[in-house]
């Protein structure tokens, strides 16, 4: 053989260093998926370098065991992984183990499934009619089913439909912006507000990609909002629609990079969808582009729509990021020129934003106007919602249904035995519950110190449900929260319920300010939306601020007039004032980035955080202290307090307990390190790693620290 015999090959682990083999005579390629053996085990990697030259001793190197019959990893996906790696701060490994779970990749045409769907309906209504004696009833079902024949004809459409839309002339307007950016190789940023169609203008954007026989990866934050948008979508692109889930029935790759490679398709999945073989990728939609859903908290603990970006360059693909409230640093991308904001501020259909009303819930209280958690208003606006047949989302961000308990003799509060936070407590079970590692034990109702009472403090949802129903008993309830949403069946069952008014009231946690699309509603209201302001985070009011104008957007799509209800103790934060317009500036974006830039916040900034964990609390907090002096030593600064303005280029704090500082029977310290962006950003954070895999190395402690970069 010739100089090609070492080669480096990435495993699916945390390794800092990709192990050298021998190619055994075997024809490889960069990208080929291989057969070795690793410390005892044997995994498939992938070949990273070819012609590699080993920096141990090359007798000690092992042959690769065999080459697998799958087809490489692209050259873009390597790109990509690498990118991410040097990035986020993690190992390639880590990356391709996120990429390339083992087993379990589903990607279906959606347009295939609707029809089966479809056709499985229409022949049960069919068979209905044919037993069906009563005119009345033999009429319903004709009308279901002329209904459903006339779906199934939009539906079994083949080929997407290019003259599908018209665009609106404000949305044509933004259109043409869109493409101006595209020409100019820019990113658009559409801010569009909720029902001014923006949907409909990545449609168009799809469309016009598919006619030049390119792909399509349309991104949205969650797996539920892909749902509700595969059939809307798939009206206009057919058998040309895939859905990506992760961790669903198991389809080979494989079949993916072939349909792939013919052209003319659109993905659209969450963010494990930009992992895919992609090809020929002409556009990359990010939509709800601010969501926080997008980042994700384990290794690697990447954001996908920044992730997008870096795919996007790779592929030299237009990207396009919309939201109805866009994230801060897109905003500054815009003003800083990289990107181009692109506005639609009218509804399609027209009508007004839905109205605000805030209930100072401690002067309520002091006027006996509270019943359990709602206000008699509030509670008033329910009851007219009820009589003309609307609909209300009530929004409480706490699930269970209380939680904290309480020792009514002693005091007493029960917290998980694995991790430093109370146990919820969960009504329909019977059990107490950690909702950090899932620890559940039998609520008994007698306090394990003393035997006193139990008493639940606070209403999480299920408590809320069980509020309303008591006030509402004629009302149609239903929950939405990650309890419920853990049945995907069930979570589909409820949001299509509500779709189709077979429900009045539906509470849920966050996920019901997400993107949905509920023609009946007139009221949305957020209980004790103290909860949202209340996070000791600077990000806290930016985010209460999306999380509170998306849920008000989920009301009077359709052109209708909607309100708006927030129940809070702290009538007058600066949040409200700014969602109602009453602000004394107009401009809280230009405000929000002044006071970061004047911190040294981001955008401004670049936050990484070393979140380090060891079950042995006192070898965690000597090591965690000396990596921090290390950290301090390589970039010739003192550790600062968490307050106070960004001094030169590089600040560290910590190492500090968390808020929550054990999980799962591991204790957690942070040291949180402030990145200026600066000509210096890349060499700091060159140095950073450098100094942790020394650290690492030299007090043998791998394996305890995880660097969190941009942390949401
Ligand atoms: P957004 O995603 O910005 O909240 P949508 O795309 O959901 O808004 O649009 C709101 C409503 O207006 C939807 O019912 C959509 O079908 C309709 N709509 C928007 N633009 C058009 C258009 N050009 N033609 C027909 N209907 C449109
Ligand atoms: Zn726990």
Same mark, same amino acid.
């Given at each position: ?83 991410? $790696?040097?990035?986020? #701060? ?46 009345? !009833? ?31 002339? &404000? ?11 595209? *020409? ?9 507000? @909720? ?33 509700? #948008?595969?059939? %809307? ?26 349909? #792939? ?36 908290? &384990? ?25 109805? @409230? ?18 639609? $501020? ?18 309520? +209280? ?32 706490? +699930? ?11 005091? $007493? ?32 109702? @007698? ?28 009302? %149609?309830? /239903?929950?939405?929260?990650?309890? !419920? ?70 009301? /009077? ?6 309100? *708006?209800?927030?129940? &809070?103790?702290? $009538? ?21 980035? /002044? ?28 090591? !965690? ?26 600040? #560290? ?18 040291? +949180? ?20 895999? +020394? ?18």
């Amino acid at each position: 053989m010739d100089g090609k015999e070492f080669i480096t090959v990435i495993l699916p682990l945390r390794l800092a260093w990709n192990p050298w083999y021998a190619a055994g005579g075997h024809a490889l390629v960069r990208g080929s998926r291989v057969r070795v053996t690793f410390a005892g085990k044997t995994y498939t990697g992938v070949v990273d370098q070819l012609e590699a030259e080993p920096q141990v001793d090359v007798t000690k190197i092992m042959e690769i065991n065999s080459v697998e019959d799958l087809p490489p990893i692209t050259e873009e996906e390597l790109a990509l992984w690498h990118f991410i $790696a040097r990035y986020y #701060l993690c190992t390639v490994g880590e990356v391709y183990k996120s990429a390339y779970p083992a087993g379990k990749i589903a990607v279906e045409q959606a347009g295939s499934r609707n029809r089966e769907r479809l056709e499985a309906r229409l022949e049960k209504r069919r068979d209905m009619l044919r037993k069906a004696r009563r005119d009345s !009833t033999r009429e319903r079902y004709a009308a279901e089913i002329a209904a459903l024949e006339a779906r199934l004809a939009g539906a079994v459409r083949k080929e997407p439909d290019f003259a599908s839309i018209q665009l609106s002339p &404000t949305q044509s307007d933004a259109l043409s912006k869109i493409h101006k950016a595209f *020409f100019n190789n820019k990113i658009a940023l559409l801010h569009g507000v @909720t029902g001014s169609g923006k949907t409909e203008l990545y449609v168009q954007l799809a469309l016009e990609t598919l006619a030049q026989g390119k792909n399509v990866l349309y991104l949205v934050p969650e797996i539920a909002l892909s749902r509700q #948008l595969e059939d %809307r979508l798939s009206a206009f692109f057919g058998d040309r629609l895939l859905t990506f889930h992760s961790g669903e029935t198991i389809v080979h790759r494989r079949d993916v990079a072939a349909t #792939l490679r013919e052209g003319s398709y659109v993905v659209l999945g969450t963010r494990s969808a930009l992992f895919l073989p992609h090809h020929d990728l002409g556009l990359i939609v990010v939509d709800e582009e601010h969501d926080s859903s997008y980042k994700q908290d &384990t290794a690697p603990r990447y954001q996908g729509r920044d992730t997008a970006v870096m795919l996007g360059s790779i592929h030299r693909s237009h990207v396009i990021l919309g939201s109805a @409230t866009p994230s801060l640093e897109s905003l500054y991308n815009c003003r800083s020129g990289r990107y181009v904001l692109v506005p639609l $501020a009218e509804k399609y259909h027209g009508g007004n934003a839905a109205g605000i009303e805030i209930i100072d819930t401690i002067a309520e +209280r002091r006027k006996r106007g509270m019943t359990g958690s709602f206000s008699r208003k509030l509670i008033g606006h329910l009851d007219r919602t009820l009589q003309t047949g609307g609909q209300a989302v009530i929004l409480r961000s706490r +699930r269970a249904y209380s939680p904290v308990v309480q020792c009514a003799e002693c005091g $007493a509060i029960p917290k998980c035995p694995n991790c430093n936070v109370t146990l919820s407590y969960h009504k329909d079970t019977g059990r107490l519950a950690c909702h950090h590692c899932g620890h559940q034990e039998a609520y008994t109702g @007698t306090c394990p110190s003393c035997g006193g009472a139990l008493q639940p403090i606070g209403a999480g949802t299920q408590r809320i449900e069980e509020e309303l129903q008591a006030l509402f008993p004629q009302a %149609r309830i /239903a929950r939405l929260d990650s309890d !419920t949403a853990q049945d995907k069946h069930r979570e589909a069952q409820v949001i299509r319920d509500f779709a189709q008014r077979k429900t009045d009231f539906l509470i849920g946690t966050q996920i019901v300010t997400k993107g949905f699309d509920f023609e009946g509603l007139s009221l949305v209201a957020v209980l004790q939306a103290d909860a949202l302001l209340g996070q000791q985070d600077f990000r806290a009011d930016e985010h209460a601020l999306q999380l509170l104008e998306q849920f008000r957007g989920r009301c /009077a799509r359709r052109g209708d007039d909607g309100l *708006f209800v927030i129940q &809070t103790a702290q $009538a007058d934060h600066p949040v409200y004032r700014q969602l109602t317009g009453t602000a004394a500036s107009q401009d809280f974006i230009g405000d929000l980035l /002044a006071e970061r830039q004047a911190f040294g916040y981001p955008p401004y900034s670049r936050i990484i955080v070393l979140v380090c964990r060891d079950a042995n609390l006192p070898r965690l907090e000597t090591l !965690t202290r000396r990596l921090a002096d290390e950290l301090c030593a390589a970039f010739v600064i003192r550790p600062t307090l968490l307050a106070g303005p960004l001094q030169g280029s590089v600040q #560290l704090t910590g190492p500090y307990a968390p808020p929550v500082d054990r999980v799962a029977g591991q204790h957690i310290r942070h040291i +949180r390190l402030i990145l200026r962006k600066d000509a210096s950003l890349s060499a700091n954070k060159q140095l950073l790693a450098d100094t942790l895999a +020394r650290f690492e190395k030299e007090s043998r402690y791998a394996g305890h620290v995880f660097p969190d970069v941009d942390p949401a």
